[in-house]
């Protein structure tokens, strides 16, 4: 079946750092691929998406691209800041799933030190 | 403007007893989802409905049960408690045609004792 397998965690960086987080797929077809974002004490929230092959997701300084090469959806941010501090989950949508189920990876930890 | 509630937030059982988590979602959408969070596993689909009335298993439906009797709600149902369910369950909602963007509760975490 369908999986996404993320980098292990936790992540520490410092404030300003460059931050990535590996994300890899397997799928048939053509899946929807997707970054939500955990902070403390909340439930997931969408934080970017790419639909097709070579298109970049993005959104407060994430980017994502949509590699079907090396089905791979890595997630980028050039000057990381404390607030980004959260559990990062990559997931996609199965492309016939009808129900738009999600699949997620385990979530990668990330923390921010000033 | 609340989006998804999930009642309650916190819940400790003993082994055997029964409870309903509730989600209630003001967007009027048609998909609703129930899952469950553990450490090192994400998120794993444990039910899911399509429109009021219906539902359908995901990945790891037994020992849960659901109801979806108004569009707004969707009910989780344990019938007799055991400590593997003890977790962190998250309800989602969604329109049927949103290209798989979900909008999540706060989640409600559990221990089983």
């Known amino acids: 079946g369908d999986s996404v397998t993320q980098m292990e965690g936790p992540v520490t960086l410092s404030e300003e750092a460059f931050l990535t987080i590996n994300c890899t797929y397997t799928?048939?077809?053509?899946?929807?691929l997707f970054w939500y974002v955990q902070y403390p004490g909340e439930g997931l929230q969408l934080l970017l998406k790419?639909?097709?092959?070579?298109d970049k997701g993005s959104n407060k300084g994430f980017e994502a691209t949509y590699r079907k090469e090396t089905t791979s959806f890595h997630l980028e941010k050039g000057s990381v800041q404390v607030s980004d501090s959260a559990v990062y989950f990559c997931?996609?949508?199965?492309?016939?799933?009808?129900?738009?189920?999600?699949?997620f990876g385990q979530g990668t930890r990330l923390t921010i030190n000033p | 403007n609340a989006g998804v509630t999930q009642t309650p937030k916190f819940r400790v059982l003993k082994t055997g007893q029964s409870m309903t988590l509730l989600c209630a979602q003001d967007?009027?959408?048609?998909?609703m989802y129930w899952y469950r969070q553990d450490p090192g596993m994400g998120l794993r689909l444990i039910h899911y409905?399509?429109?009021?009335?219906?539902?359908a298993k995901g990945e790891v439906p037994d020992g849960y049960n659901v109801s979806r009797l108004k569009k707004q709600n969707f009910l989780l149902g344990l019938e007799s408690a055991a400590p593997s369910q003890t977790s962190v369950y998250f309800c989602?909602?969604?329109?049927?045609?949103?290209?798989?963007?979900?909008?999540f509760g706060a989640g409600t975490r559990l221990s089983v004792l």
């Open positions: 790419a639909t097709k092959a070579d």
């Open positions: 989602a909602s969604s329109y049927s045609l949103n290209g798989g963007i979900q909008y």
């Open positions: 799928a048939t077809g053509y899946p929807s």
């Open positions: 409905s399509v429109g009021e009335g219906t539902t």
């Open positions: 997931a996609l949508t199965p492309w016939d799933q009808g129900a738009q189920k999600l699949v």
């Open positions: 967007m009027n959408h048609e998909y």
